[in-house]
């Protein structure tokens, strides 16, 4: 489970707060790029999971720790990998950088489970457990 994947993001005015901080929420908004891109990028396409095998992979756990902060017009880089698959569940962790300056801004992490259409949890599929 060591593939890695960055993803950018220009920080923009609407990340911001009144303190030219980026929200915390918008974090998440990120990570869930990040992930959506790591998956495209090893070849999971998330769109046939949803519409041909029926399933959906939603947040089940979402963790992020500040360490500094994200400005207007910064390159943020997000590393992401996949650090745990179980039956259902994996979890993706992410280290997020100033592309400028390679400073530390968050650690976080997201666990999702893989569920059907009567949103019970199930099995992951072979090829995506392959892939990752």
Same mark, same amino acid.
């Given at each position: 489970m060591s593939? #890695?994947?960055?993803?950018?993001?220009? *920080?923009?005015? &609407?990340?911001?707060?009144?303190?030219?901080?980026?929200? @915390?929420?918008n974090y998440f908004v990120w990570l869930e790029i990040a992930r959506t891109e790591f998956l495209r990028f090893f070849g999971v396409d998330y769109r046939n999971i949803e519409k #041909?095998?029926?399933?959906?992979?939603? *947040?089940?756990? &979402?963790?992020?720790?500040y360490k500094a902060p994200a400005? @207007?017009?910064?390159?943020?880089?997000?590393?992401?990998?996949?650090?745990?698959?179980?039956?259902?569940?994996?979890r993706f962790?992410?280290?997020?950088?100033?592309?400028?300056?390679?400073e530390l801004l968050a650690v976080a992490y997201t666990t999702h489970v893989f569920i059907d259409k009567q949103r019970r949890p199930v099995r992951i599929p072979e090829a995506v457990k392959e892939i990752l």
């Open positions: 593939k #890695e994947f960055s993803a950018e993001v220009r *920080v923009t005015y &609407a990340d911001t707060d009144q303190m030219g901080v980026v929200y @915390y929420a #041909e095998k029926k399933l959906a992979l939603p *947040v089940i756990e &979402a963790y992020c720790k400005r @207007y017009d910064e390159i943020i880089v997000i590393k992401t990998k996949v650090t745990q698959i179980k039956n259902s569940t994996l962790d992410y280290d997020i950088f100033s592309k400028d300056s390679n």
